[in-house]
């Protein structure tokens, strides 16, 4: 932990007993401390006092003694009520108290004496049960390990006092709390509502671009099909896409049980996951196109163009597989809520987002008004498949594009045509604490929906001339491979993926969250106000 501006390091001293009174002794420290701010800079001294033995001893200064008497006060005290914890998604501490639940202090904020048990930079929720009081945090990998917690809980009340306690905290069962209107307490009813919302929205976001030549000839060939049989491949479809959010999910939920700092479209941060998908759209591409199939290359295309169900299915499977790893409105905030939950509420709030997902491609299925507007299947579908083969191509090359960042390119420092920094925690609190004006894009070389923002609103002449005006410091907070740092920056704002926007106004508490979806407009409006 760092300290700014006056440190008290309480420390008893002895005067020697053969000390007569007149005599000078010398108090000596040697000394060595960290200066932090973007870099760490190791100093140390040597310092001394000379201090006059009395006789009997004298009035202290009051100035002294107060200065003394507050430091004293700030020392935590050993928990006059029991603590326990559980580790589910996060970790809930509580404190088994009717006092505290019926003060309802302001804040909390828990600091652990153990490395690696508590992401520090991520958020600390405060809730309150019937009998105590709930800390929600964001565990890490020592945590699960961990036979206590121990540490020290500082507990803010309404008026501004502060109270320090020393816990010591068990295993144990720790009861449903309220955390008020915190972004991660939606309800499960709404949280549900969220994701199916999210899941259609997320069909027309840019990231779904590589598989709608895949969806769009699915549509296609299901025209004069009966509608018994188009019905069956629309449910196999659905089913596919709800699996696989599911799955994906399950996955999230898992490696972050294990200490894993990871988030949603985790799979895009593996290169060997990139290059399967490349080498899958190259597949898609080359069937389209009519050449014959590269042994090696096909089998992953091979499933999505089996025939009835098996193919409806795979398809679903795919387009989950390529297009969730970025989020779309209502979607974040669901994922957020998922990933404080139970594992069986987190399951359904991933399968709502399937449903979503698949819902127009499932209504499709089911509408014989829709299947009788589409034109008959014959020789304009040779066309069609050709036409459709070119954005799987692109696909193909996007795909080899992240590989190359992935691989080979360190952390950014030109977004948009304008330069930055690489987001780190340090460098944002350094210039938070300046006062400084500052904008964090949280981007990923996958994310397709960030490509697009970028290049439609932050390459904006306005936006940029904006930014240079008034000395707004860029931080790029690069997302292609895992980042520790920014998945906690992600996790703070409610967020589990990209894309995230936040500007802090010189010196404002909190930074204003930007939509996903970006225009000029809206950056120089929040710049503005």
Not at 441 to 466: G, M, P, Y
């Amino acid at each position: 932990y760092g300290y700014e501006n006056t440190v008290w390091l309480l420390t008893d001293l002895h005067v020697p007993r053969d000390t007569k009174p007149g005599e000078t002794i010398v108090l000596k420290a040697a000394a060595s401390w960290l200066v932090c701010s973007e870099v760490c800079i190791p100093e140390d001294a040597t310092v001394s006092v000379s201090i006059s033995i009395a006789a009997m001893s004298s009035q202290p200064d009051l100035v002294t003694e107060a200065q003394f008497a507050a430091a004293r006060a700030k020392l935590p005290q050993i928990s006059p009520w029991p603590v326990r914890y559980h580790i589910g998604n996060a970790l809930d501490l509580f404190v088994e108290s009717n006092a505290l639940a019926a003060a309802h202090p302001a804040r909390a904020d828990f600091f652990p004496l153990a490395q690696e048990t508590i992401n520090g930079t991520a958020a600390q929720t405060l809730g309150f049960a019937s009998n105590g009081l709930v800390l929600r945090l964001s565990p890490e990998k020592k945590a699960s390990r961990a036979k206590t917690l121990d540490g020290v809980l500082v507990l803010t009340s309404a008026d501004g006092s502060i109270k320090a306690l020393s816990i010591r905290a068990a295993r144990g069962a720790v009861p449903e709390a309220d955390f008020g209107k915190s972004e991660n307490n939606l309800g499960i009813g709404l949280a549900l509502l969220f994701a199916v919302l999210g899941g259609l929205i997320l069909n027309l976001m840019p990231c779904v671009l590589p598989v709608l030549a895949m969806k769009a000839l699915a549509i296609a060939s299901k025209s004069g099909a009966h509608p018994r049989e188009a019905a069956r491949d629309g449910f196999a479809y659905g089913v596919g896409a709800i699996l696989s959010f599911v799955a994906l999910g399950a996955a999230v939920v898992i490696l972050r049980a294990g200490g894993q700092a990871i988030g949603w479209g985790f799979q895009l941060q593996e290169p060997v996951v990139v290059a399967i998908f490349a080498l899958l759209m190259l597949a898609v591409a080359l069937n389209l196109s009519g050449f014959y199939e590269i042994p090696g290359l096909s089998a992953g295309d091979a499933l999505t163009r089996r025939s009835g169900a098996a193919g409806a299915f795979f398809t679903g499977v795919l387009a989950v597989a390529v297009a969730a790893p970025c989020t779309a409105p209502f979607m974040a905030t669901a994922i957020g809520f998922a990933t404080t939950q139970s594992t069986p509420a987190a399951m359904l709030i991933f399968a709502a987002l399937g449903l979503g997902f698949a819902a127009p491609f499932v209504a499709i299925g089911i509408s014989p008004r829709v299947l009788n507007i589409l034109p008959r299947p014959g020789a304009w579908m040779l066309t069609f498949k050709r036409i459709l083969a070119i954005p799987m191509y692109g696909a193909a090359i996007w795909l080899l594009w992240v590989l190359s960042q992935e691989i080979g390119q360190p952390a950014q420092t030109q977004m948009a045509g304008m330069s930055g920094q690489p987001y780190t925690a340090a460098r944002l609190e350094s210039l938070r604490a300046a006062n400084a004006p500052i904008f964090i894009d949280a981007t990923a070389a996958w994310c397709i929906t960030c490509l697009v923002n970028e290049k439609v609103a932050l390459s904006d002449a306005s936006v940029r001339a904006t930014f240079a005006q008034n000395h707004i410091n860029f931080l790029i907070a690069d997302w292609t491979n895992r980042n520790p740092e920014i998945t906690a920056l992600l996790q703070a704002h409610g967020r589990d993926g990209v894309p995230l926007y936040l500007y802090y106004a010189p010196g404002a508490a909190d930074a204003k969250i930007l939509p996903q979806v970006l225009t000029p407009r809206e950056v120089l409006d929040v710049i503005a106000r």
